[in-house]
């Protein structure tokens, strides 16, 4: 069965540092990653998808992949406050009928 | 931006009840999810559903739970009968494409008793 490990669990940095938070899936057959942000009882919204390997920047957001090694990276600069909550990574496969697997997310806290 | 509306915001019910979450996604959107999330736990993958048929289920999705989108209606979640393990936020989401980006609603807060 499809896993998405997600690390750290939870990270704590100072407002205007950088947040690195990382995915990996365990299925080599996966096509597509999305990165997603869900604010406390909120629902979640998308932040980035990255399909091919390589770097996407949007604004401070940068995502990584590696196909290769199924790794996804999301990368956040100049944290601000209002970036704090649970950032989930998801993962899925054309041939699983576009079945969506997410991880257990990363608790992200941008200290004032 | 494009909303999804999910009906009704919470729910309580008695154990062996039915239920029925409803969904409105957003209007030209051809996939359609259900996702269970338990408070501040990992969102669960339920179903996916395109062109009036179900694509893939997890094993969370059990033979008492049913989707359907009638005539291009809400999306629909029956769960009969429930069980006191229902309960959780389920989030009901639309994508234009199978790789696209998903809308998520609101979620409706399902409390079984």
């Known amino acids: 069965q499809q896993k998405v490990q997600q690390s750290p669990e939870s990270l704590i940095v100072p407002e205007g540092g950088m947040a690195s938070l990382n995915c990996t899936s365990s299925?080599?057959?996966?096509?597509y990653f999305w990165w997603y942000r869900q604010h406390s009882g909120k629902s979640p919204k998308m932040l980035m998808?990255?399909?091919?390997?390589g770097e996407k920047e949007e604004g401070r957001f940068t995502v990584h992949l590696n196909k290769a090694s199924l790794h996804t990276s999301l990368h956040i600069r100049d944290s601000q406050p209002s970036d704090s909550a649970l950032y989930l990574c998801?993962?899925?496969?054309?041939?699983?009928?576009?079945?969506?697997?997410f991880g257990s997310g990363t608790r992200l806290l941008v200290s004032p | 931006g494009p909303k999804v509306l999910q009906i009704p915001s919470h729910q309580i019910i008695d154990m062996g009840q039915m239920v029925t979450l409803n969904c409105d996604p957003v209007s030209n959107h051809l996939y359609f999810y259900w996702y269970k999330q338990i408070l501040g736990q990992q969102m669960e993958f339920l179903v996916n559903?395109?062109?009036?048929?179900?694509?893939?289920k997890s094993k969370l999705f059990k033979d008492q739970f049913s989707v359907e989108r009638p005539d291009g209606s809400y999306f629909t979640l029956k769960i009969q009968p429930t069980a006191l393990e229902d309960s959780a936020v389920y989030f009901c989401?639309?994508?234009?494409f199978g790789n696209g980006e998903q809308y998520f609603g609101p979620g409706t807060r399902l409390t079984v008793l």
């Open positions: 998808s990255i399909f091919s390997n």
């Open positions: 559903f395109y062109n009036g048929k179900v694509m893939e």
């Open positions: 989401a639309s994508s234009l």
């Open positions: 998801a993962a899925s496969m054309q041939a699983g009928g576009y079945k969506v697997v």
């Open positions: 299925d080599r057959n996966v096509d």
